[in-house]
């Protein structure tokens, strides 16, 4: 199983961009998925997950309003909309998914590489 995460890059504050991560390797339906961030000396945080069925969403206080997750179990793909960018929003992101996550923050066993964002003022 993989999980290959994409879409980050350097934008201007209050800027949007939107955060792919593509699942190879098995069948995608029933994973609750998750977005993280963290940056270098952080503790790693929980930016926003949504359900295996897409009906339930988590997002963390820091961007509620601004971003949106989503799935597409026939593409295999959840996605991050990210908008109204902010400099304290710059991170790696990763996604991360697991069949057996029974909490918003997972457990997940499958992570992406992490992709970065970078947000300047």
């Known amino acids: 199983v993989q999980l290959q995460a994409s879409g980050g890059g350097e934008v201007q504050a209050g800027g949007s961009l939107t955060l792919s991560c593509v699942v190879s390797g098995r069948s995608f339906t029933n994973w609750p998925m998750a977005w993280f961030r963290q940056a270098p000396g952080k503790d790693r945080e929980l930016v926003a997950a949504?359900?295996?069925?897409?009906?339930?969403?988590y997002y963390a206080d820091s961007v509620k309003g601004r971003f949106t997750i989503a799935r597409d179990d026939a593409k295999k793909t959840g996605t991050l909309q990210m908008n109204t960018l902010k400099p304290e929003d710059t991170d790696v992101y990763y996604c991360?998914?697991?069949?057996?996550?029974?909490?918003?923050?997972?457990?997940?066993?499958?992570w992406g590489q992490g992709t970065l964002v970078t947000v300047s003022s």
């Open positions: 949504i359900s295996w069925d897409g009906r339930g969403t």
């Open positions: 991360a998914g697991d069949v057996y996550a029974t909490t918003w923050y997972g457990p997940y066993d499958y």
